[in-house]
């Protein structure tokens, strides 16, 4: 297969994690050529939450990718409001400023550092791909020695791959609008949950231009709910927002062991079910993943054990804990005694913030204070 018209790397998607991993592919290896492949034309919108932690632009940062450009005409956000199932209240400030940065910019400009990095972007839908002895044939036409599977919830390259399906009780469904920020839609970002449909949740998250990114998910059980009842739910959560152009998506939420893919094809993001079970927070998870995927792509004699023990290095430890808080989560009383503690603590707080944006785990000190309320509160 090899030739001319071979790339050394195929990124499917051009997303956080696509992009990423093109990135890191050209700083793995200068050389390399590298295809970024989407069916979308950027700039164009996708249904997120808009949330960028500060864990997602440190490893942006790392891969030579101007942050501060990115994030440009947005206002960092200082405090988080978190409200349990049964409205017990934690807002305190956060160690470091998050972004809220509508994807239709984040996504866009971010493309433009891959192909300034030197990736090529080409509008394709792919389709199939077909792994031969040497490579990857994708729809029959395009050639490539590695190909990463950036492709997002509905990921076609991971069907193609062999890879397993999300598990069942690891998939959610969300709504996400845009809303003017009212008086009770402050300068700080709000998670409020809600025991019905337990585990559910609304957010309002500020941008810094007029607007807040607002939105309502809840995990799946059973038969999804229709548009009109997550709409009904939201208004319920959030009775004084109002946010037009509402839009669903999925989301394959990680477990434990996420299947990267194996041979020639590996997946990162979303495509991959790396979307953080506790909070819907995936971007960090898709900037890391595509990341690594993109510097054993390019830079590995085998990527594909080397780009899964990198992603276990990295997240192996937290994704396990991730996935008992979430079993664990299943009981919204948990939640009311955890929430309190970090009310009366920051580095509850701070804890809590490491799990649900970045790479973190609770230690034991944490753990201990948690069960002492729960101890307490239970007598």
Known sequence: MAGDDTWDVAVVGAGPAGAAAAIAARRARPTARVLLLDAAQFPRDKVCGDGIAVHALDVLAGLGVDTARLVAGTTPITRLRLRSPRGVEAARSLARPVHVVPRVQFDHLLVQEATAAGAVLQHRRVRSAEELVDGVLLDGAVRARIVIGADGAESALRRISGARPPRPGSVALALRGYAPVTERTPGEQLLTMTKSHWPAYAWVFPIGDGRANVGYG??????????????????????????????????PLSTGRPDVGLGRILLAGDAASLINPLTGEGIFYAVLSGSLAGAAAAGALDPARAYRRALRAALGAHLRQTDGLAWLG????????????????????DAFVEVGLGA??????????IVRRLLSSAS
């Open 218 to 251: 809840e995990l799946l059980k059973g038969a999804p709910p229709s548009r009109a009842q997550l709409v009904q739910r939201l208004h319920e959560l959030l009775p004084d927002v109002r946010p037009q152009s509402l839009r669903g998506h999925r989301l």
């Open 330 to 349: 299943r009981w919204p009383s948990l939640l009311d005694v955890g929430i309190a503690v970090a009310r009366d603590s920051q580095s509850t707080f």
């Open 360 to 369: 973190g785990r609770f230690d034991r000190g944490t753990v201990a204070l």
